[in-house]
């Protein structure tokens, strides 16, 4: 329901204002905005074309549509300047009459008790259809019997719409959202000499993979990749990569290069946010990781990462989705796990001390032990349980702070070393 909506949003965008596309100043060119959602769920597209038409019997049929149209979001516009247009109805063929448009094309078709039947189609009518097999026998299925029948070749697609108010040769907009269209991300990251430490730099690549339907009239389209769905959180949609493409089938563009605020250093984080915390206490020895912090963009998306190291080495993450902004518009940094360190061991101990109902008060107790043979600075973390919080007491005195979401110190732990501390934290209105 959430893509649905979100789909329909995209084809009033197409008609209106926002990122969705519109036809170039010549209007030969067909034009596509492909939104993705930042969470990695489903794609949709919203398609722009102009194409001349011939009504006949106040009918006419739009042939090599880029893909297979959301009818809901379907929108027709006269643009030749002639008498008013009234579309009262567009529709798919059946399936009885759209496989007809297949004959000859090599198809697969899956029967209603899912067994497949793969060759080239003989014959379809609205009684059924006939699948000349790769075993070398004509296999006869009713349309009753038919689940689902896909053109392994490129096939036209197609609209018939019922229209009033004109006859002949007539100019359309066209613009539809549909499903046929996807994309996705990946990265390759550069740490600069100074990424690897606070306050350095990163030069990110971005390459994207355009999933698209195969068509039977291939042609240059402008395309435009947007990362996020109208409506999805308070992240607006942003555009991430515009350009010109022949598609026919899934194609594989670059990005232009940008430099992101980096930094590299060891982080111990004593509790995963995601795990479960014990009523009264929880307990946990952890390695140390090393970590990237990475500035954020609007144009994220999910995707794997490829990390160059100022050294030369290679590290395998994986950008993971785009965090909310807070109440100032800022959104927390990306963090990416570079290594594990085998030389320093975190230890955690939380206890809830009280609540009342309107707050609560835990005690964090916390040490970091070095046993490697150079000094290490660590910034130990430990995520908040709500907000506000404030530090009650601290031991050492005046050591750690708070954020929106975070309990954090930076120590430095000398070689064969131990760093020990305790922080107690009030939520809410407890005093």
Do not use: K
Not at 314 to 322: G, I, L
Not at 330 to 337: K, M, T
């Amino acid at each position: 329901m959430r893509a649905l909506a979100a789909a329909l949003a995209l084809a009033a965008l197409g008609c209106a204002r926002g990122p969705a596309p519109t036809a170039t100043a010549d209007g030969a060119t067909p034009a596509i905005a492909i939104h993705a959602d930042r969470s990695g769920g489903r794609a949709v597209a919203v398609i722009a074309e102009r194409r001349e038409v011939e009504i006949v019997d106040g009918a006419f049929t739009v042939d090599d549509l880029l893909g297979e149209v959301v009818l809901a979001s379907l929108a027709v516009e006269a643009i030749d300047g002639g008498s008013r247009l009234v579309v009262r109805r567009c529709a798919r063929p059946s399936l009885g009459e759209g496989a007809s448009v297949a004959l000859g094309h090599q198809v697969s078709v899956t029967s209603a008790g899912g067994a497949r039947v793969d060759g080239a189609l003989r014959s379809a009518d609205p009684a059924g259809v006939i699948v000349a097999g790769a075993d070398g026998r004509d296999h006869e299925l009713s349309l009753d019997a038919v689940a689902d029948l896909a053109v392994v070749e490129p096939l036209a697609t197609g609209l018939r719409c019922e229209v009033e108010g004109g006859t002949g040769r007539r100019q359309l907009r066209l613009v539809y959202t549909s499903w046929s269209f996807a994309w996705s991300a990946r990265y390759h990251l550069r740490l600069a000499a100074d990424g690897e430490a606070r306050g350095g730099a990163a030069a990110m690549t971005p390459r994207f993979a355009i999933v698209a339907p195969r068509v039977a009239r291939p042609r240059p389209v402008a395309v435009t990749l947007v990362a996020g769905l109208p409506g999805d959180g308070t992240l607006a949609p942003a555009q991430v990569w515009s350009g010109t493409v022949t598609l026919d089938g899934d194609v594989e563009v670059a990005g232009a290069p940008t430099t992101r605020s980096a930094s590299v250093g060891w982080v111990y984080r004593g509790l995963d946010p995601a795990g479960a915390r014990d009523e009264r206490h929880d307990l946990s020895h952890t390695l140390v990781t090393e970590e990237l912090e990475l500035a954020p963009s609007a144009t994220d998306v999910p995707g794997p990462v490829e990390i160059e190291r100022a050294d030369g080495a290679r590290v395998r993450s994986a950008m993971p989705p785009v965090g909310e902004p807070d109440s100032r518009g800022v959104r927390p940094a990306i963090r990416l796990v570079l290594a594990t360190s085998a030389e320093l061991v975190g230890y955690r101990r939380w206890r809830f001390l009280a609540s009342d109902g309107a707050g609560a008060i835990d005690e964090l107790v916390y040490s970091v032990a070095n046993r490697g043979d150079a000094p290490a600075r660590v910034r130990i973390e430990e995520p908040l349980r709500g907000r506000p919080a404030a530090i009650r007491f601290a031991a050492p005195e005046g050591q750690g702070e708070v954020d929106r979401q975070r309990f954090w110190r930076e120590v430095t732990v000398a070689p064969g070393g131990l760093v020990r501390g305790a922080v107690v934290l009030a939520y809410g209105r407890i005093d």
